[in-house]
């Protein structure tokens, strides 16, 4: 297959190697295997195309078709790329941990290590061993949640969105539900509690104003065909100015003497205090519950930091109406997710080791001098790398905690920066960086690369990473 760079068009065009040829060729019989007959041709039909092109644009077979070995080459990187996973790692340096594009939350080593059991061997996920009878697959969150928040019980969904549907079409099917004006918010995507309210089967009952609403006003919203009290977590924005809210406190006080029972969708449910990593307090179920609330709903991966759920913990009544509920069936988790929480949750019975243990945590807790020693290090190994069409140096950033908790706290942190000098480009250099083994992405600001050290994994790892990549510039 083998010809002159300098024949005419035809005779290069007759000089292709033929689909049956290069299926009888020894030493591609490895990629044939490997990969199956039906993607094996696709490559090849698709090796062919783009000779063709290269013989119509610039009159010579291209390189990779010198000898077998340069075809074999061609065609491994060709079905390399095409079979790559999707849900590949990425480096997550944009400067938002939780990033819902990038999967928020990271999982512990003991919830990889339950949900990789789980996966491989039988598990008694319905079953309880010692009594030799069926069990329910929420026992064990259950029983944890009772332990962390004082719940009667728990309730595990997919996501926070799915809790409060559930929680809605539960508890108050059929029936009106008074939620303040100020938290009729919109999480992304298509959740907004108005849609959520009539998809669960409730008469949404909007009491008080945008910035103000107070108890009286939902005393007199109160009819004999109310179902619910409920409180949105307005986590992702913020209203300041004359503003005016009732708390959980003083609503379990109204909702006992009317018999009406209280709900709460806390979105990020943390269930410690976050102002140890110079956050904000966020309320947590604990003291939602110990407020008089009955059910309150928030996520797992947010700053919980396990899988995605929705867990809502309360009231063992109530509890046991969404248990038996259709949609709880539609909605339950699987055993992957179920370890996976297990695990994380079980990380939170020891204070003392979580932060080193739950990766969102260590995160957070990284200091800016921590961080900063760092960028050091990686400059001096790396500069000599990017040079001269890029320069590197540490700034000083933000990082934000994202999926929407805590839109305006932002923790210190130590960006690389990367600037175009000679020749270089900060979109190419981007472009190249999203390329990497292990994609690494950041994000542009006054047209620097920018890439946010909070949010690395290991820095021997993104050291080398760079490295490899200043080196395939
Ligand atoms: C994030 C959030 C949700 C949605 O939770 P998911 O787990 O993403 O489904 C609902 N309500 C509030 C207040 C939230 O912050």
Not at 69 to 86: C, I, M, N, P, T
Not at 132 to 146: A, V
Not at 204 to 231: F, P, Q, S, W
Not at 431 to 442: E, L, M, S, T, Y
Request: net charge neutral; glycine share 8%; with cysteine.
């Amino acid at each position: 297959m083998m010809t002159q760079v300098f024949d005419t068009p035809e005779k290069l065009y007759r000089a292709l190697p033929s689909m049956d040829l290069l299926l009888s060729m020894s030493a591609l019989q490895p990629l044939l295997q490997h990969y199956g007959k039906s993607a094996f041709k696709l490559a090849v039909n698709q090796m062919l195309t783009a000779a063709r092109s290269e013989i119509a644009d610039n009159g010579c077979l291209p390189q990779w078709l010198a000898d077998e070995g340069a075809v074999f080459e061609y065609l491994a990187d060709q079905l390399q790329a095409s079979h790559r996973h999707s849900l590949q790692p990425v480096w997550n340096l944009t400067g938002t941990l939780l990033h819902t594009n990038l999967g928020r939350s990271q999982q512990s080593q003991a919830a990889i290590d339950a949900v990789t059991s789980v996966m491989r061997y039988p598990t008694p996920l319905e079953f309880e061993l010692q009594a030799g009878k069926r069990g329910h697959r929420d026992n064990c969150i259950s029983e944890l949640m009772q332990r962390l928040t004082g719940a009667d019980g728990c309730c595990v969904v997919n996501n926070n969105a799915a809790a409060v549907l559930l929680m809605l079409s539960a508890v108050a099917a059929g029936k009106e539900v008074i939620v303040s004006r100020g938290e009729l918010v919109e999480i992304g995507g298509a959740f907004r509690i108005p849609d959520i309210m009539r998809q669960a089967g409730c008469t949404l009952v909007e009491v008080g104003t945008t910035n103000r609403t107070h108890l009286r006003d939902y005393e007199a919203a109160i009819t004999d065909n109310t179902g619910a009290i409920m409180k949105v977590h307005t986590s992702n924005y913020h209203i300041s100015g004359f503003t005016a809210s009732v708390d959980e406190a003083s609503l379990g006080k109204l909702c006992r003497q009317h018999g009406i029972p209280l709900l709460s969708d806390l979105g990020s449910g943390a269930l410690t205090d976050m102002r140890r990593f110079g956050l904000k307090a966020e309320p947590t179920p604990q003291a939602m519950l110990a407020d008089g609330v009955d059910l309150v709903s928030f996520s797992g991966d947010k700053l919980l930091g396990g899988p995605q759920s929705g867990l809502i913990v309360g009231q063992q009544a109530l509890i046991d109406r969404m248990q038996r509920h259709p949609l709880k069936r539609a909605l339950r988790c699987d055993k992957l997710i179920l370890a996976a929480l297990e695990a994380t949750l079980r990380h939170y019975l020891n204070p003392q080791t979580l932060d080193k243990q739950l990766p969102i945590m260590a995160k957070f807790a990284r200091s800016q001098s921590q961080l900063q020693a760092e960028a050091q290090r990686l400059i001096s190994a790396l500069a000599p790398r990017f040079a001269p069409q890029y320069q590197l140096s540490s700034i000083s950033c933000n990082t934000q905690v994202g999926s929407g908790s805590q839109p305006d706290t932002f923790l210190p942190s130590v960006a690389l920066a990367f600037s175009a000098t000679n020749g270089g480009s900060v979109l190419a250099l981007e472009r190249h960086f999203k390329g990497a083994a292990r994609p690494v992405i950041g994000r542009i600001a006054n047209e620097q690369l920018l890439l946010d050290l909070r949010g690395a994994d290991d820095f021997d790892e993104l050291l080398n990473e760079l490295l490899s990549l200043g080196n395939a510039l």
